[in-house]
């Protein structure tokens, strides 16, 4: 059984920074992507990470947002700075086998529960 399980949202101001983590366990993974959900909106991808691959990151993130990730920990970080409102959202870590391929963004079989990150201005 394959469980992801985020942790390290909170309440920020604008400008503050974050570090969320994503503890994947039930197999190792080499490739995962990040995805949030804005209050009433639909859930969108954030950055993907594939080993041995360029990463990429929704154009509203890029210079802001570093993904990155642990072998022996099996557990991937989000590393969140200058956080703006519009980031505020469920943050969602998402990995395992590939189920969606939509261009450069990959959707996996598992999910995490989400972390919320409020951002405030």
């Known amino acids: 059984q394959v469980q992801l399980v985020e942790s390290g949202g909170g309440l920020v101001e604008a400008g503050g920074s974050l570090r969320l983590s994503c503890q994947v366990s039930?197999?190792?993974?080499?490739?995962m992507a990040w995805y949030r959900q804005a209050p009433g909106k639909q859930r969108e991808w954030v950055v993907g990470?594939?080993?041995?691959?360029?990463?990429h990151y929704v154009e509203d993130v890029k210079g802001r947002f570093t993904v990155s990730g642990d072998n022996a920990k099996n557990t991937f970080y989000l590393d969140m700075n200058n956080l703006e409102p519009d980031d505020t959202g469920v943050y969602f870590c998402?990995?395992?086998?590939?189920?969606?391929?939509?261009?450069?963004?990959?959707?996996?079989?598992?999910w995490g529960q989400g972390t919320q990150v409020t951002v405030s201005s």
């Open positions: 998402n990995a395992g086998p590939l189920v969606k391929l939509m261009g450069l963004h990959f959707e996996y079989q598992y």
């Open positions: 039930g197999r190792t993974v080499n490739e």
């Open positions: 990470l594939v080993r041995g691959a360029p990463t």
